[in-house]
């Protein structure tokens, strides 16, 4: 029999990418190990790494081709499958110092006789930098140098591609990404550059889109006339780990705020794009950046964690000066003017070592604007609420109101809940951001990835708070909770407060 959380029918617009070859920089590295390596194993064993693809790992250690294969083959995500040793006979190592120009002139011969021997004709390459940030430019520089990244069709659209892919933080501040993105692009175009934001390739992420425009339910109700407010989390109970190096100069406003959350919010309450295309639907996000108020200081609570629940404090972390005032938590009451949000308060929070590990976007709707059932008044009714979980157990929950089975005229709010694990097969799980987002660099869709300009518009909005973050004040909260009292404050003042799921 069929139940009712079964997908039936549906379209799939995934197509196998052309041959190329992927030159990872950074192949040693955390994110390669983690993330890079294990995805493209998986799409490997999805057939969606074309048979005539090899890779290449740049790292600055010696090692043998067998070495790195030894080294991969024991990385977390690397389940041995009748695929893995075909994968693993398709990696190759290049060693390197990234600042010598040695580096890359060896690397044009490597890459030719792996192009050759796998038989990628027209040398289609992706580089992926996952290297710090500083390295972005010279690395780019070298490559160009070399000849590696030129292609022979100009700006047109290129079956001889060479793509570059980088992951935030692009630039500290508006100034420092300007000069980033300006030196990019004095050696690639824009159509080469894939900016990664991770958040972007998650399952529940990319959902919002399908949700809100392949449906006709929502895009009635999708505005001010309807919606009271909306939260978007991403919370999580890590503390800063092994990277104070780069958080005590990042803080949570660079690290989550300028891009993951502005992204998601983009998503939530952008206008309905011309068609999927990358740039009509990146246009749109930029364009819903642009009717974004600037934002108020004031409106912006900052914290840090302090020792709590047998955690240590922020400041007594590896690598974090004892006063440091970094933020690790932010939360913050915007608005976006425009036709469709006038009046509606977007309330975005995030943070480090919490009690939770949770990313989500909940949508309250108004209140009925008249109850027919009295005695039970308007308010009395709870809204309608909406709520899209990114992570963990990816998902939507509706609230609606309605009647209690029973002879008495009872009414309650009732939860559609509806979870992806449901309908996963046994044994399936969600893919990695990763997979979808290398796939897609392959492929040539830029629509996960951040534009040039939606990069500039994210750091302006966020260097008033940036500017006046020294004067504002930090709240200390303790490791393992809630996060800062003044963070429920900001919405109590507005007569609201934040979504907490039961259990919490
Ligand atoms: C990264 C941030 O971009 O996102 C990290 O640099 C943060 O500080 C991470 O922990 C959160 O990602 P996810 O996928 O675990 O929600």
């Known amino acids: 029999m069929e139940t009712g959380c079964r997908w039936r029918g549906g379209f799939c617009m995934e197509v196998t990418p052309p041959p190329n070859t992927v030159v990872i920089f950074g192949a040693l590295g955390d994110l390669a190990g983690r993330k890079l390596i294990p995805s493209l194993y998986h799409l490997c064993q999805r057939e969606l790494l074309h048979k005539r693809s090899g890779i290449i790992a740049c790292g600055r250690d010696r090692m043998s081709h067998e070495d790195y294969r030894e080294y991969v083959r024991k990385l977390p995500g690397m389940e041995p499958s009748p695929c893995l040793e075909g994968f693993l006979k398709r990696l190759f190592y290049h060693a390197g110092d990234y600042a010598e120009h040695d580096t890359y002139e060896r690397l044009v011969?490597?890459?030719?006789?792996?192009?050759?021997?796998?038989?990628?004709?027209?040398?289609?390459?992706?580089?992926?930098?996952?290297?710090?940030?500083?390295?972005?430019?010279?690395?780019?520089?070298?490559?160009?140098?070399?000849g590696l990244t030129a292609e022979p069709c100009g700006t047109q659209e290129c079956s001889q591609w060479r793509h570059v892919v980088i992951e935030k933080p692009f630039g500290h501040d508006l100034e420092s990404s300007f000069a980033l993105e300006s030196g990019l692009l004095r050696f690639l175009t824009e159509r080469q550059l894939y900016r990664i934001d991770h958040y972007l390739g998650k399952e529940t992420v990319q959902n919002i889109l399908m949700?809100?425009?392949?449906?006709?339910?929502?895009?009635?109700?999708?505005?001010?006339?309807?919606?009271?407010?909306?939260?978007?989390?991403?919370?999580?109970?890590?503390?800063?780990?092994?990277?104070?190096?780069?958080?005590?100069?990042?803080?949570?406003?660079?690290?989550?705020?300028?891009?993951?959350?502005?992204?998601?919010?983009?998503?939530?309450?952008?206008?309905?794009?011309?068609?999927?295309?990358?740039?009509?639907?990146?246009?749109?996000?930029?364009?819903?950046?642009?009717?974004?108020?600037?934002?108020?200081?004031?409106?912006?609570?900052?914290?840090?964690?302090?020792e709590g629940n047998g955690m240590p404090a922020y400041r007594a972390e590896k690598g974090v000066a004892p006063d440091s005032r970094t933020e690790t938590y932010a939360a913050a009451r915007l608005f976006i003017d425009n036709w469709r949000w006038r009046g509606v308060p977007f309330y975005l929070r995030s943070g480090k070592r919490l009690n939770r590990k949770r990313s989500e976007i909940v949508i309250n709707f108004k209140h009925v604007p008249h109850s027919i059932f009295e005695p039970v008044r308007e308010r009395d009714l709870a809204r309608n609420r909406l709520i899209l979980t990114v992570q963990p157990e990816e998902g939507l929950a509706l609230n609606l109101i309605a009647k209690r089975p029973g002879p008495k005229l009872c009414m309650g709010d009732l939860t559609m809940d509806f979870k992806y694990a449901s309908i996963l097969d046994t044994g399936e799980s969600m893919p990695e951001a990763y997979e979808r987002l290398l796939l897609d660099c392959m492929l040539g869709d830029q629509t996960l990835f951040i534009r040039s300009d939606t990069v500039r518009l994210a750091w302006s909005l966020l260097s008033p708070v940036l500017e006046a973050r020294e004067r504002m004040p930090l709240r200390f909260y303790p490791a393992g909770s809630a996060g800062p009292e003044e963070a429920d404050r900001l919405l109590r003042s507005d007569g609201r407060s934040w979504y907490e799921p039961c259990e919490f």
């Not at 289609?124 to 972005?136: D, G, K, Q, V």
């Not at 949570?252 to 502005?262: C, K, S, Y």
């Not at 600037?294 to 302090?306: I, R, T």
């Open 211 to 306: 949700f809100r425009f392949a449906n006709v339910l929502f895009e009635p109700v999708w505005n001010r006339d309807y919606i009271d407010s909306v939260q978007i989390t991403a919370v999580e109970t890590l503390g800063v780990e092994h990277r104070a190096g780069y958080f005590e100069q990042a803080g949570l406003l660079r690290d989550m705020f300028q891009n993951h959350m502005l992204e998601m919010l983009s998503l939530v309450a952008m206008e309905i794009p011309v068609s999927f295309a990358a740039d009509r639907v990146r246009d749109e996000k930029a364009r819903l950046l642009r009717s974004i108020r600037p934002f108020l200081p004031e409106d912006f609570v900052l914290g840090q964690y302090a």
């Open 109 to 146: 011969p490597a890459v030719a006789e792996v192009e050759h021997s796998f038989g990628n004709l027209d040398s289609c390459r992706l580089f992926y930098l996952a290297t710090a940030p500083s390295l972005y430019l010279p690395v780019v520089e070298h490559l160009a140098a070399a």
